[in-house]
């Protein structure tokens, strides 16, 4: 069964490509020739969230039972 995954690292990386891709509107408005570079940056944060985010699916193993574990955190049980 499939649990909570550890994807921080996806998370931060496609939230900070959009944060370059704002800064490259933002540069891009006030023509600046610089702003290519930011627009790179978010291009390239984007495509290493996404294979961040493919990453628990390639190296997921199953038990006997034929369900997926991809190393969840573990969490009490309890309440």
Request: net charge negative; proline share 3%.
């Given at each position: 069964?499939?649990k909570?995954?550890k994807?921080?690292?996806?998370?931060?990386?496609?939230?900070l490509?959009?944060?370059a891709?704002?800064a490259y509107?933002?540069?891009?408005v006030?023509?600046?020739?610089?702003?290519?570079?930011?627009?790179?940056?978010?291009?390239f944060?984007?495509i290493?969230?996404?294979?961040?985010?493919?990453?628990?699916?390639?190296?997921?193993?199953?038990?006997?039972?034929g369900?997926?574990?991809?190393?969840?955190?573990?969490q009490?049980?309890g309440t």
């Amino acid at each position: 069964m499939i649990k909570i995954l550890k994807l921080q690292k996806a998370v931060i990386a496609i939230i900070l490509g959009i944060i370059a891709l704002i800064a490259y509107k933002v540069m891009n408005v006030n023509d600046m020739e610089s702003s290519i570079y930011m627009l790179e940056l978010a291009g390239f944060l984007f495509i290493a969230g996404a294979l961040l985010f493919l990453y628990p699916i390639f190296f997921a193993k199953k038990d006997k039972q034929g369900n997926v574990e991809l190393e969840p955190e573990k969490q009490e049980e309890g309440t």
